[in-house]
């Protein structure tokens, strides 16, 4: 399995959006960034938040951030490990010509049915 590295077309980026929990507990707030290891209190949300964003800006000046495209591995169909488990069976082809037949008298009694429907339809 191989990983790209998608990287911005410049060095720098302008903005980056975090998700950020805002918990009131007391007379402080508590603000969280979600994914970062990021968090400040303060005896208001607004100072609560510029503390955050003191902290987020000092972790971005000494970071980089970059997105990874990681493909998913492709599952094997989970019927695949039974394909050709009765390939050397002898009785696999008479199994095979009951299973038509049965298939073609159900076929017929359908085609019967529904031509009866429609027989009744025609007379109302």
């Known amino acids: 399995m191989t990983a790209n590295l998608i990287q911005a077309s410049s060095p ?3 903005k980056v959006t975090y998700p950020v929990l805002i918990q009131q507990q007391d007379e402080e707030y508590i603000v969280t960034v979600l ?3 990021c968090k400040a209190k303060g005896s208001s ?3 609560a938040l510029e503390q955050l964003l003191e902290q987020v ?3 971005l000046k000494q970071s980089e951030i970059v997105q990874l495209e990681i493909p998913l ?7 695949m490990k039974f394909a050709g488990m ?3 069976n002898p ?3 008479e199994v095979q010509d009951y299973i038509k037949a049965d298939r073609e008298q159900l076929d017929a009694e359908m085609e019967e049915y529904y031509f009866q429907l429609e027989a009744k339809e025609e007379i109302k």
Request: proline share 12%.
């Open 12 to 14: 720098s980026i302008a």
């Open 73 to 79: 591995p492709k599952p094997e169909h989970p019927w």
């Open 86 to 88: 009765y390939k050397d």
């Open 45 to 47: 949300r607004e100072a």
């Open 91 to 93: 009785l696999f082809d």
């Open 35 to 37: 994914g970062l290891d």
């Open 57 to 59: 800006n000092a972790i």
